[in-house]
């Protein structure tokens, strides 16, 4: 078997060496991105019967039900908010600005119109905050 061949060097006839690996890096989906895919997943899972209530899905997804109460608090968004949050970019490197708490006080607001105006708000805020990031 070649070794070196799967980014490996054989070392003596016991020990090998990774020097890294020849795959293309999946560019990291922001952790969002997948909560808004599991909300989504959940209340499909609601309407099925798959699961009864949030608590028979707290307890299938290994959280609290307060946590899964906040995961589920994602479908409360606007649909193009959603889709939004299904189609980030690849998240760069470091702590993103778009993380899931800093999202929840939207859910809260009942009137899309106001969500809207509340996400294009921390959308400008993300853009001054990655102007920032890159100067310094």
Avoid: C, Y
Avoid at 53 to 81: C, E, F
């Amino acid at each position: 078997m070649d070794l070196k061949a799967r980014g490996r060097k054989v070392i003596s006839s016991v020990t090998e060496v990774d020097l890294g690996d020849d795959r293309p890096v999946r560019p990291k989906l922001h952790r969002v991105t997948k909560l808004m895919a599991l909300a989504i997943r959940f209340q499909e899972m609601l309407r099925t019967g798959e699961a009864h209530d949030l608590t028979d899905l707290a307890r299938m997804g290994k959280v609290s039900q307060p946590r899964m109460s906040q995961i589920m608090g994602l479908n409360l968004l606007a649909p193009d908010i959603q889709r939004e949050l299904l189609d980030l970019p690849p998240q760069g490197r470091g702590k993103p600005f778009l993380h899931e708490k800093r999202i929840r006080p939207i859910t809260a607001i009942l009137d899309w119109a106001e969500q809207r105006r509340a996400w294009a708000e921390m959308l400008t805020q993300q853009a001054e905050f990655e102007s920032a990031t890159e100067a310094s």
